[in-house]
Antibody, heavy 116, light 107 residues
Framework: QVQLVQSGAEVKKPGASVKVSCKASGYTFTTYGISWVRQAPGQGLEWMGWINTYDGNTNYAQKLQARVTLTSDTSTTTAYMELRSLRSDDTAVYYC?????????WGQGTLVTVSS | EIVLTQSPDFQSVTPKVRVTITCRASQSIGSSLHWYQQKPDQSPKLLIKYASQSFSGVPSRFSGSGSGTDFTLTINSLEAEDAATYYCHQSFSYPLTFGGGTKVEIK
């Protein structure tokens, strides 16, 4: 069965960076892209970006483009999201999700807390 | 950027009634509109893809319709387990976007 297992919760100070991993299994990794979506406490879903796991092409939300990098490792079927220069309003649950056109399966989410 | 506007924001309903949630796109997106259900402290789950196609394993009481700019998610005969927030999402063009969500509460 399709599974996306994310790394554990993180606590970071403002200005730091965080890197969240997303281990995929149960399907051919390079056949689907990976989207990243975040959700601030009590808020809705915000699309962050997408990576084509076959060729590494990416597309980012404009507001995050300068601070976020998506990568993937086909040898370990793992996708990564790195967010730099963290601010308090980056506190959120970060999700990875499998995507062909629609997003179908989601990871369990990773809580990133930014606090001094 | 395509803006998705959902209505209502909140709905409190009794079991067994029909619930209708709408999603309006700021420009035509064909049928590239998908619906998700998110329960508290859980990841979103895909219910309907491409406006009207049910995703595998989703109960038949969930259905979707629409095309262009106006879309509807219908829950027939609401059950207690359907208490959740529902989101629409467009994959027509980048940046991909989500609606603001509709919270459905069971009375």
């Amino acid at each position: 069965q399709v599974q996306l297992v994310q790394s554990g919760a993180e606590v970071k100070k403002p200005g730091a960076s965080v890197k969240v991993s997303c281990k995929a299994s149960g399907y051919t990794f390079t056949t689907y892209g990976i989207s990243w979506v975040r959700q601030a406490p009590g808020q809705g879903l915000e699309w962050m970006g997408w990576i084509n796991t076959y060729d590494g092409n990416t597309n980012y939300a404009q507001k995050l483009q300068a601070r976020v990098t998506l990568t993937s490792d086909t040898s370990t079927t793992t996708a990564y999201m790195e967010l730099r220069s963290l601010r308090s309003d980056d506190t959120a649950v970060y999700y990875c999700a499998r995507r062909s056109s629609e997003v179908d399966y989601w990871g369990q989410g990773t809580l990133v807390t930014v606090s001094s | 950027e395509i803006v998705l506007t959902q209505s209502p924001d909140f709905q409190s309903v009794t079991p067994k009634v029909r619930v209708t949630i709408t999603c309006r796109a700021s420009q035509s997106i064909g049928s590239s509109l998908h619906w998700y259900q998110q329960k508290p402290d859980q990841s979103p789950k895909l219910l309907i893809k491409y406006a009207s196609q049910s995703f595998s394993g989703v109960p038949s009481r969930f259905s979707g319709s629409g095309s262009g700019t106006d879309f509807t998610l219908t829950i027939n005969s609401l059950e207690a387990e359907d208490a959740a927030t529902y989101y629409c999402h467009q994959s027509f063009s980048y940046p991909l976007t989500f609606g603001g969500g509709t919270k459905v509460e069971i009375k």
